[in-house]
């Protein structure tokens, strides 16, 4: 191994490569996180202006979208809102004809804290990006659930790997062919 190391054409190429690795690793990272991250700006849009409506005192019935989303086959944005015990007001969202609600331990969780954000699978295949807010009128007082599927930020995911294991492939290999060039003798 140490007479492996001791080549200069080698040391080159592990640092080319391990640097390479580090800048597309970061990279990859920044740009999944993004993804993932910029799928809770609409539910987190859509949970302020629903409370926003409810604060009003409108009817949970009049600022839940009339379009309903299939949580297991649409992209759409949905609503529910349900009083302090968790039953459902409205909703603008079904999966196998019912309106899903997330786990009992998020409904404690927004109550003590006013928000939550979190990653929702009511059912294989479904992954929802979602936001629960807590609100309060001067009739009645809840959580409005908001969320949509992640199957759009999910497949860009999916694109972004391939992308970086080609390039890191194509760097591996382009360098190591670099390397491996026989070096040229000056001729007398």
């Not at 597309?24 to 991250?37: I, K």
């Not at 019935?61 to 009339?66: F, L, Q």
């Amino acid at each position: 191994m140490k007479q492996l190391l001791a080549k200069s054409s080698l040391r080159v190429w592990l640092a080319i490569v391990g640097s390479a690795t580090l800048v597309l690793a970061g990279t990859y990272t920044m740009v999944q996180q993004s993804t993932r991250l910029s799928a809770d700006d609409l539910p987190l849009s859509t949970a302020q202006t629903t409370v926003n409506k409810l604060a009003t005192d409108a009817q949970p019935t009049d600022v839940v979208p009339a379009l309903k989303s299939d949580l297991r086959n649409d992209s759409l944005p949905f609503v529910i809102i349900t009083d302090d015990s968790q039953h459902v007001l409205a909703s603008s969202a079904t999966l196998d004809g019912k309106t899903p609600l997330p786990p009992t331990g998020t409904f404690a969780f927004t109550k003590d804290h006013g928000t939550d954000r979190f990653t929702w699978q009511p059912a294989d295949g479904v992954r929802l990006a979602t936001r629960i807010v807590t609100y309060k009128n001067s009739a009645s007082s809840g959580f409005v659930v908001t969320g949509q599927s992640l199957k759009q930020a999910e497949n860009r995911i999916a694109t972004y790997s391939k992308l970086a294991i080609a390039t890191w492939l194509a760097v591996m290999a382009w360098t190591l062919f670099l390397v491996m060039m026989p070096e040229r003798t000056k001729k007398p």
